[in-house]
């Protein structure tokens, strides 16, 4: 089950935060949308327990959108983000809502919106709880890049079925995916050579550490833009 680290430094969130604007409906789903309207490729970014409006999250949708990409950052938690002072609904008992199979599902129709709307090439990105839903898009021809960080619940076996080019960006210190996971994943990529992939584990540095890091840990901040900087250069690979 979820350990305490997916439950770590949870953001003040702010619902007006970001330079891009939130939608009631894209595809179906409340969402942050940022970046050029008539760009040609476009990056889904899926949240942590912690949702579409962390401030962080919307700071890395705003830069993913300013090297050329359309992006939308789903609400695939419906306004309930996980809220760890709240003895009602431990993890364990809100996770029962929102299992990543059914943000998988609810992606489909948001990647259709943005085909509909002329993009070409879709990328995904996911944190934590997001990883999962987007290594599920991987896995099923949804997607044209993926990008894993820090992920929770992705399994060897997940790896085995990838479809598309994928980079997984592990955490040093992670229960969820430690390192020797990672590594084993990077094994399965690197016998699959119909998959091209990119795999690095950042040291000193815990599970959720690219999203929910402090702006006032300057350790923490340049390691959190390395992984934005690695997610940029994946998508530009592979999407334009």
């Known amino acids: 089950m979820a350990s305490s680290q997916c439950c770590e430094n949870p953001p003040a969130l702010n619902p007006a935060g970001g ?13 942050y949308l940022a970046g050029p309207d008539d760009a040609k490729a476009a990056i889904v970014l899926i949240s942590d327990i912690f949702g579409f409006e962390a401030p962080n999250l919307r700071k890395i949708a705003d830069k993913v959108a300013s090297s050329g990409y359309f992006v939308v950052v789903p609400d695939f938690l419906h306004g309930d983000p996980y809220v760890p002072e709240n003895a009602e609904r431990p993890l364990p008992v809100w996770i029962e809502s929102h299992a990543p199979a059914k943000g998988f599902e609810e992606a489909k129709p948001v990647i259709a919106a943005l085909k509909e709307k002329g993009i070409s090439a879709v990328g995904a990105a996911g944190y934590c709880w997001g990883a999962k839903v987007v290594v599920e898009l991987a896995k099923a021809h949804e997607i044209h890049a993926a990008v894993l960080l820090h992920p929770s619940f992705v399994t060897v076996d ?19 995916s430690p390192p020797e996971l990672v590594k084993q994943f990077q094994l399965v990529l690197s016998a699959n050579a119909g998959v ?17 890091y402090s702006d006032d840990d300057a350790a923490a901040v340049k390691s959190a833009e390395e992984a934005l900087a690695d997610m940029i250069d994946w998508f530009n690979k592979n999407l334009k």
């Open 158 to 176: 997940d790896i085995k079925e990838v479809k598309c080019p994928i980079s997984v960006l592990g955490a040093e210190n992670d229960k969820m």
């Open 196 to 212: 091209s992939h990119f795999v690095k584990i950042f040291p000193g540095v815990a599970h959720g550490w690219s999203v929910r």
């Open 19 to 31: 330079e891009g604007k939130v939608v009631d409906s894209f595809g179906g789903l409340k969402a």
